[in-house]
């Protein structure tokens, strides 16, 4: 089961370097329910993921290279690539995503937890600036499909750059 909420950034945390990175590519073969395969640096995972917003079940087998190469071709829409740094948060871990290419600027921060009580009572650090956990647009399979197109009636105010709409931020 994957236990997991996702919120914009106000800004990048302080000394990102300092923290391990993985670079991702990941491509969808499906996506109700989601078929996904993914390149982490040098390791390369089939997923399935059942349906659901912040609590689905989840489940990751391994692939050859050989395999992830046969399979990428066949997969439908935008190619995803991504940095993720892994940032310790108390007994989390944030995994900010920064993404490259046709899904650039958008960066998230996901955490993921053991259980949904836990979700719904975290207190996330004050550069997150929104929770859009329930968002389709902000999940990956959606973006593979439709690009990231975050509609501007949904942003909210930054309170650090006042006047201004906030945006996920750019590096």
Known sequence: MEIERKFLISKLPENLSDYPCHQIEQGYLCTDP??????????????YKSG???????YNL??????YEHLR??????FLSKKRYCIPFGKYTIELD????DAAPLILAEV??????????FVPPAWFLEDVTWQP???????SRHGYQAPDS???????????????VRI
Do not use: W
Not at 112 to 118: D, L, Q, R, T
Not at 154 to 162: H, I, T, V
């Open 73 to 78: 071709p066949k997969t439908d829409g935008i």
């Open 154 to 168: 949904k942003r909210k105010k930054d309170p650090q750059n006042a006047g201004c709409e906030s945006r996920p």
């Open 137 to 143: 647009y902000y999940h990956n399979s959606y973006i």
């Open 52 to 58: 659901g917003m912040m609590s689905r079940e989840e």
């Open 98 to 101: 920064i993404f490259e290419q």
């Open 34 to 47: 989601v078929v996904r395969i993914r390149r982490q640096d040098d390791s390369f995972i089939l997923t």
């Open 112 to 121: 993921e937890f053991p259980s949904e009580e836990e979700a719904n009572a």
């Open 62 to 67: 391994p692939l050859t290279e050989e395999a």
